[in-house]
């Protein structure tokens, strides 16, 4: 009785704080961002309150460590379906469905080089920040728009045995090249066209790796490797508290959970250390996968079973107004 309570608070919990934070948006801001007050006056808390409800039910099924897999790439798909909906009704002249009413490349990359190239932050840029700071790597598990393409598209398959070679070098080689290339075409002022048509090209190799490359490795090829965006999560995310570790005191080193993770954070030399790898989204994947239940969140002082809890509060929340603000 007292777990089933705890299952139902939780998604009360997530009910009440999704629709603060919106609610606080439908006031605060004079152009409406959420769509439905685009349509019709006041329909904006009809969409708050259908928001609130999808990350209540959400949180309730995820609250299973059995199903979180499952209902994690279910909401993170849907979350992609009205993203990129909203864009092609963009494209199709229906300018209420865009964020500003102008057209911006839906590419990750263009978080980083866009504010880079034009010299100031964007909205994107300021969620994704927030994202960071409130649940460390969750923008790489919950809330890319092309994550849960690649996400997709890996799990097709078992992980290959093995760390990515040279993933490392790859990383830190784009995102370096991508930062430089940026302020070229800012310094010289390369016509937009040109500078699009090349954040275009980058944007199509990353498709071509996702349905290719990540499909037949069954890892996540195009966050771990081509996206900047996925570099700067994996560093930046130790300014949040949130951790994943596991429990030396139980782990069999049977390696197991080694098929349960297509980030590439979950190989032997990870295993033996405690902890998965720097790759880690805190995805929550693996942890039904371990029989002696030795992977645990980590939140200060907390048991791990409420750390869980309070992780899922956050991301979910965070992802449920992700969708009714997460637009180009």
């Given at each position: 009785m007292q777990s089933s309570w705890k299952k139902y608070s939780l998604s009360v919990y997530v009910f009440l704080f999704v629709i603060f934070l919106l609610s606080f948006v439908q006031l605060k801001v004079e152009n409406p961002m959420i769509i439905l007050e685009r349509f019709v006056k006041n329909g904006g808390w009809f969409e708050i309150l259908a928001v609130a409800f999808y990350g209540s039910f959400i949180v309730y099924k995820m609250q299973d460590p059995g199903k979180t897999a499952k209902w994690r790439m279910i909401s993170w798909t849907?979350?992609?379906?009205?993203?990129?909906?909203?864009?092609?009704?963009?494209?199709?002249?229906?300018?209420?469905?865009?964020?500003?009413?102008?057209?911006?490349?839906?590419?990750?990359?263009?978080?980083?080089?866009?504010?880079?190239?034009?010299?100031?932050?964007?909205?994107?840029?300021?969620?994704?920040?927030?994202?960071?700071?409130?649940?460390?790597?969750?923008?790489?598990?919950?809330?890319?728009?092309?994550?849960?393409?690649?996400?997709?598209?890996?799990?097709?398959?078992?992980?290959?045995?093995?760390?990515?070679?040279?993933?490392?070098?790859?990383?830190?080689?784009?995102?370096?090249?991508?930062?430089?290339?940026?302020i070229v075409l800012r310094w010289f002022k390369v016509d937009l066209l040109v500078s699009t048509l090349i954040a275009a090209f980058f944007g199509i190799v990353g498709v071509f790796i996702i349905i290719f490359i990540s499909a037949r490795q069954g890892k996540m090829i195009h966050c771990l490797s081509w996206c900047p965006i996925g570099t700067i999560v994996n560093y930046t995310r130790f300014i949040n508290p949130f951790r994943m570790y596991i429990d030396s005191t139980s782990c069999t080193l049977c390696n197991?959970?080694?098929?349960?993770?297509?980030?590439?954070?979950?190989?032997?030399?990870?295993?033996?250390?405690?902890?998965?790898?720097?790759?880690?989204?805190?995805?929550?994947?693996?942890?039904?996968?371990?029989?002696?239940?030795?992977?645990?969140?980590?939140?200060?002082?907390?048991?791990?079973?409420?750390?869980?809890?309070?992780?899922?509060?956050?991301?979910?929340?965070?992802?449920?107004?992700?969708?009714?603000?997460?637009?180009?």
């Open positions: 849907v979350f992609t379906v009205v993203f990129f909906s909203q864009l092609l009704l963009g494209l199709f002249g229906f300018e209420k469905f865009l964020m500003t009413g102008k057209l911006h490349l839906p590419i990750p990359m263009m978080i980083l080089s866009g504010p880079v190239y034009r010299g100031e932050l964007s909205i994107m840029t300021l969620l994704f920040l927030s994202t960071v700071i409130l649940t460390g790597p969750a923008w790489c598990s919950q809330l890319c728009y092309f994550g849960a393409l690649d996400n997709i598209s890996a799990s097709k398959k078992k992980p290959a045995k093995g760390k990515i070679k040279n993933r490392t070098a790859i990383k830190f080689t784009l995102l370096f090249l991508i930062i430089f290339l940026t197991l959970c080694t098929s349960s993770c297509n980030y590439d954070a979950l190989n032997r030399e990870d295993i033996k250390s405690g902890k998965p790898g720097i790759s880690c989204t805190l995805c929550g994947d693996c942890v039904s996968s371990c029989h002696a239940s030795s992977i645990k969140y980590k939140f200060f002082k907390m048991k791990p079973e409420s750390a869980r809890g309070l992780y899922l509060f956050l991301t979910i929340s965070l992802h449920a107004v992700f969708l009714a603000l997460g637009r180009i």
